[in-house]
């Protein structure tokens, strides 16, 4: 006869579906016992954010730490997530000073979710200070931090630091991924700097980057539309147009830069 799960198993099933009342009342349980480990409070802390309920994981992360429960960066980093959803840039960014007061370091998730949260919130010079924040810790920045830092700062039109960005990603990864050159292509866009988009659109095809790709041509297309480069829009659409690959963005970029031109 199969045992039946325990609660810890119980509480973790919970925390990857979601079921956020369950994981509450487990670890309810097994605090109670005196037997709750971190693990187990990241996992309801999580529970909770996967459940849309991201305002009570972080009350129930902020009563935690309260009543001196033991965090590690696995507890801080589900709060961390908590925040992002929530919308509270400016929290993740207390949350990373509190851990290192405490002496848990950050570490790439904990800076992936604080960045994560500057991009949704527009924040792009915040989200560059996280990765020169992360650097100086001795955390090396992956190609996920500097691209979300870049699309944060496209958002931003903060141009000279998505620059810097893209310069750091560059010389870190051999072949920057698709993401990373829409985001590339997104702050050439926000700048209107047509030509600065074809140059990263002809290195992205000359590296052996999947062609055509409508994402990426779009991008340049937004680039072209908003510097008023006719002759450039008009190039573009019409090799979409050839490939099978334009839309209506297509078609929109092309006419706002008729229209800017």
């Known amino acids: 006869v199969e045992e039946p799960p325990s609660t810890h198993e119980q509480l973790m099933a919970a925390s990857r579906s979601g079921d ?5 009342e487990l670890l309810t349980t097994l605090r109670a016992s005196g037997r709750a480990k971190p693990s187990e409070l990241s996992a309801a802390i999580a529970a909770c954010r996967r ?3 991201a305002e009570r994981a972080i009350e ?3 009563t935690v730490k309260r009543e001196g429960a033991k965090l590690n960066a696995g507890v801080y980093n589900a709060a961390l997530a908590a925040h992002r959803d929530a919308g509270n840039w ?3 960014d207390a949350l990373l000073t509190t851990m290192r007061e405490r002496g848990v370091a950050p570490d790439e998730v904990s800076y992936m979710m604080a960045i994560s949260a500057c991009r949704r919130a527009g924040e792009g010079k915040r989200a560059a200070a996280m990765v020169d924040a992360m650097t100086a810790a001795g955390v090396a920045p992956e190609e996920r931090h500097l691209a979300g830092a870049l699309d944060a700062c496209a958002t931003q039109h903060a141009s000279a630091e998505a620059e810097r960005m893209w310069a750091l990603l560059t010389a870190s990864v051999d072949q920057p ?3 990373s050159y829409r985001a590339a292509l997104a702050a050439r866009a926000a700048a209107a700097d047509a030509a600065g988009a074809l140059a990263l659109l002809a290195q992205w095809r000359d590296g052996g980057g999947a062609w055509p790709c409508r994402r990426l041509s779009n991008a340049a297309l937004r680039a072209c539309g908003r510097a008023g480069a006719i002759d450039d829009a008009l190039n573009l659409l019409r090799e979409a147009v050839d490939l ?7 078609y929109m970029s092309a006419i706002t830069a008729c229209a800017r031109g």
């Open 51 to 53: 459940g849309g309920q």
């Open 20 to 24: 956020w009342e369950a994981a509450v």
């Open 90 to 92: 400016q929290q993740c």
């Open 177 to 179: 991924s698709e993401v």
């Open 60 to 62: 129930g992360f902020n």
């Open 244 to 250: 099978d690959s334009a839309d209506d963005s297509s």
